[in-house]
Antibody, heavy 119, light 111 residues
Framework: QVQLQESGPGLVSPSQTLSLTCTVS??????????WSWIRQHPGEGLEWIGH???????FYSPSLKSRVSISVDTSKNQFSLRFTSVTAAETAVYYC???????????WGQGTTVIVSS | QSALTQPRSVSASPGQSVSISCTGT?????????VSWYQQHPGKAPKLIIY???RRPSGVPPRFSGSKSGSTASLTISGLQADDEADYYC???????????FGGGTRVTVL
């Protein structure tokens, strides 16, 4: 079955760029009909949808984050990535990647990776 | 695009039922039949338990059911069990630019 695994630095300095990667196994990022998503969870808080990239490469973002976020896909490595510019302490969170079958049906999740923004 | 509104917490004894509401607007919950629910135990990734308002993924017991009326969706857990103690989040398709929006989450406590 499809499995997702996040990877990236656990510590990022303020004002720098956060880059995370999600590796897909047991399936393909090219599979028709799927959105490849990023969601985050601030400490002790709820889930926040960041954005996703459709299998055809088109990306969509949360209106409140779209000026600083980009999501891309690398089909050769079967990975998709999140890039978050000009980070502040407000970006400290657990970041999850997930597969969306459409309509918000997030049926496969990675285990999550903790990112701390601090100098 | 604001977060969907959920009660902070609900509680009940084993064997009883609880319902969790998820209130949005005509731009999200009320406008589409694309509401999903997630269960999250502490330190774990969320797990899909309801999608498309009422559908259950394979392996999710029928004790979990979903419904919607207007701009409010609901999750009902019947025959409450100790392992149901967790945080529950609703999520809705939000139309423009294929956005999704989550609720703030509800802590279910089994007394």
């Amino acid at each position: 079955q499809v499995q997702l695994q996040e990877s990236g630095p656990g510590l990022v300095s303020p004002s720098q760029t956060l880059s995370l990667t999600c590796t897909v196994s047991g399936g393909s990022v090219n599979s028709a009909g799927f959105y490849w998503s990023w969601i985050r969870q601030h400490p002790g808080e709820g889930l926040e949808w960041i954005g996703h990239i459709y299998y055809n490469g088109r990306s969509f973002y949360s209106p409140s984050l779209k000026s600083r976020v980009s999501i891309s896909v690398d089909t050769s490595k079967n990975q998709f990535s999140l890039r978050f510019t000009s980070v502040t302490a407000a970006e400290t969170a657990v970041y999850y990647c997930a597969r969306d079958r459409g309509g918000g049906q997030l049926d496969v999740w990675g285990q999550g990776t903790t990112v701390i923004v601090s100098s | 695009q604001s977060a969907l509104t959920q009660p902070r917490s609900v509680s009940a004894s084993p064997g009883q039922s609880v319902s969790i509401s998820c209130t949005g607007t005509s731009s999200d919950v009320g406008g589409y039949n694309y509401v999903s629910w997630y269960q999250q135990h502490p330190g774990k990734a969320p797990k899909l338990i309801i999608y498309d308002v009422t559908r259950r993924p394979s392996g999710v017991p029928p004790r979990f059911s979903g419904s919607k009326s207007g701009s409010t969706a609901s999750l009902t857990i019947s025959g409450l069990q100790a392992d149901d103690e967790a945080d529950y989040y609703c999520c809705s398709y939000a139309g423009s630019d294929s956005s999704r929006v989550f609720g703030g989450g509800t802590r279910v406590t089994v007394l």
